[in-house]
């Protein structure tokens, strides 16, 4: 059974709940795993962006960072992804690094919640 951790910023949603109550436990930590993969992913190529000066590189990956959290429940992640997003148009590079060093500390909190409500491995980063 997949419990959730709302104290670590995770919420199963409605339709992951569905699919647990079904028999689809394993879709439902695939769907984790491959969340945590993607997003890390997208983090490193955050902070490549940044340090290059992609402005619109930071804004499209937080986008996308921002769209998966939603779907998995990560609402903190998501939370600080649209802030990311919003930030490129008018913050310095410091302050936009601020909030991705925020942003990448949560996602490593709400993926710990999420591996270990889901009984899953932890993956390592990068």
């Known amino acids: 059974m997949i419990a959730e951790s709302e104290s670590?910023?995770?919420?199963?949603?409605?339709?992951?709940?569905l699919l647990v109550q079904c028999g689809d436990e394993e879709v439902v930590g695939e769907f984790v795993t491959l969340f945590?993969?993607?997003t890390t992913s997208r983090?490193?190529?955050?902070?490549?962006?940044l340090a290059a000066g992609d402005i619109a590189q930071v804004r499209?990956?937080?986008?996308a960072i921002k769209g998966s959290a939603i779907q998995?429940?990560?609402g903190e992640v998501a939370e600080?992804?649209?802030q990311l997003e919003l930030e490129t148009a008018a913050k310095s590079p410091a302050e936009?690094?601020?909030t991705l060093d925020r942003l990448q500390a949560t996602f490593e909190r709400v993926c710990g919640a999420m591996e270990s409500c889901c009984g899953l491995q932890s993956q390592p980063n990068g």
């Open 8 to 17: 670590a910023g995770w919420v199963v949603p409605e339709e992951l709940r």
């Open 36 to 38: 945590r993969s993607d």
């Open 43 to 49: 983090l490193q190529r955050v902070v490549h962006a």
């Open 60 to 63: 499209a990956q937080a986008h």
């Open 72 to 74: 998995v429940g990560a």
């Open 80 to 82: 600080l992804s649209r």
């Open 96 to 98: 936009i690094r601020e």
